[in-house]
């Protein structure tokens, strides 16, 4: 018997060959921010010469056929250039920064209903014009609002327009050492500014600026919402859950439940994604399968069933695995309808070249990665691990089955996953057999129960249905995460080591679907390398000293660093308080591989607001502080000032010959302003946290 026809994945999915020049563009423009002319200059150049190539002989052009895949890949790389640039509302002259200096005002339409937050209500907003001296100048953009509760904004609503009176702040990084970059996010999502607004700063203006479909959309949610907040009363936890897993809305949800699900391997069914996607696009397939008049009509069903998808998508916030997936579906279903089924890797492809020519920053969206490996994972590896056993019983078949498909979706997920979150859940296994299912009935429920809330009845009993489902779950969730082992914490990992991971896997796993022994060779050698290179980060560990002042607004915190042991010196509710640690000080401690906190180390000592570590002599005032001048100045290496003591720099300099003044984030704005312009006259060093971000010394 003859060995069948082993034909590489880029022959059979071409689409792939079109991706991977084209994202080669959009990293090439993002990281290098080269001028637009270079793009345009490519694309016209290497475009003009694909059709000059067309003009030579036959046999030229088989000769040098290579040379036209090469100026093929050329003008994909300067279209991605092209594309990132002019997605960048900063390259456009109508962007608002380009107009808006301090002491404008700028009016502005509301993008949305207001979100209410622990102190106060946040809304996205789009510049309609800036108001310079006595001329307005039309402007675009996005802008980030936060209105203070002793305010009136809860009139406000989408669409409103209001005049701002206050300065625009620039969305910064808080600099804490391993921190979630805020300021690339917001940048991805074309906000730059940010502004906080008190009663006196900010005016309803009687014009008004609404998209009918948007405004319907915020209906439509609005009314969902009040249907499952009428009809689930037994607890906020099952309402929250509810919300969360049908249209994505996530005010309501517990933070410490949140965790419990993350821990557990199953925050994909609270945030909604392909899954979802999935689910609907099952139901309504059988539902216009079946319904006289539209079933045997494939052009009413695709145009129904791609309509439906897009509704939902659209409904849910339309993030960038849920437009993934329904790309992928809209794909699959003109597809399956009216083409000859192609390669799922090339319909992936072209989904995801598609989402990327309109939008290239979904490239470093965690839910749009996330998304297309978990498929990719399913696809190449889901049967290879099903066939690795035979059950002869049904559900022990199904139940394998299921197992293949969760472990298939983690072989390409769990890097990325240790990467951006520190933590892989150890029973994941095990809870999305029972969640998964449990949360398909769930949704299903759920969605019956939006459909018939106008019957109250019906209403009453669906939600009593979806709420007791939804308690088993969230019960079951909660049991698993008590298990000590149920989340392995805390994991240290950076791009190069993420990289080496996943080579190894990619390699082991193309081993032992090949059998090929070279690729083990690779894989080992690649793991090999994972290993020393983790090796080569514990030493630096256990060898390094560090002082770290965090960028907390409105707290004190200080780490005084030695080898992964840290001596804490600030608010006490830093310590309790597990949203603000897990937010601020968790990630650097994570990446600096910190796992004991320690009240004594050797080389440290305080003497009431006088610390010397490693040699260095630090002077942390935090309260009031009466000194007189001295001949001799006392030498000290830091100074650092907090929670606004009353004192002039001028009076410390008398006192003390300071190498650094550090101004941390519990200081009024205002105060820190004051110390920088004494320091600039002394000719003193200083680092202001709310404006350069944690301050790290090296020891």
Known sequence: MSKPLDIPIWKTAPTIRLLIPF????????????????????????????????????????????????????????????????????????????HYQQGDMIVVTINEPLVEKTKSFKADAYVEQVLHN??????????????????????????????????????KNSGNPGAFNYERYAAFQQTFHNVFLKSGDWVKLNSTNRNAFRAFLFSAREKILAALQTNITSSKDELGIAEALLIGYTNDLDKDLVQAYSNTGVVHIIAISGMHLGLIYGMLLWLFTRIPGIKQSKITQAILILSCLWLFSLLTGGSASVIRSAVMFSFITVGSMFFKKASIYSSLAASALVMLCYNPYYLWDVGFQLSYLAVVGIVAFQQPIYNLLYFKNKFADHVWKAVALTTAAQVLTFPVCIYYFHQFPVLFLITNLVAVPLSTIILYAAIALVLFSFIPA???????????????????????????????????ANLFTTWLLYAAVIFCAAWLMKKNIHLLRWGLSCLAGFVLAHGIISWQVKNQQKIIVYNVPQHQAVDFV?????????DSILLQDGLLQNF???????????NKRIDTMPGYFQQAMFYHFADKKILLIDQPFSFESTMNPVDVDMIILSKNPALYIAQLAKVFNCKQFVFDASNSLWKIEKWKQDCDKLNLRYHSIPDKGAFVMDL
């Open 23 to 98: 994202v080669a563009g959009i990293l090439l423009q993002w990281y290098l921010q080269l001028p637009v002319l270079i793009a345009l200059t490519a694309i016209c150049s290497f475009t003009i010469a694909f059709f000059l190539f067309s003009l030579l002989p036959i046999a030229e052009k088989f000769k040098r056929q290579g040379l036209q895949g090469l100026l093929l890949q050329l003008i994909l790389i300067a279209s991605g250039m092209l594309i990132t640039w002019n997605k960048d509302v900063r390259q456009q002259a109508s962007w608002y920064g380009n």
């Open 134 to 171: 006595d001329s307005a100048i039309d402007g675009k953009g996005k802008l980030l609002l936060y209105f203070s509760k002793d305010s009136s904004a809860p009139q406000l609503s989408y669409g409103d327009q209001i005049l701002i009176s206050k300065k625009l702040t620039a969305i």
């Open 458 to 492: 019906a209403g009453m009993y669906a939600g009593k249905a979806t709420a007791w489902l939804l308690w088993v779950m969230n019960k079951f969730i909660l049991w698993i995460n008590e298990f000590p082992f149920a989340v392995w914490d805390k994991i240290p």
């Open 562 to 570: 030695q080898g992964n042991q840290y001596r804490f010196v600030g």
């Open 584 to 594: 601020h000080l968790k990630p650097g401690r994570i990446a600096l591989q910190l």
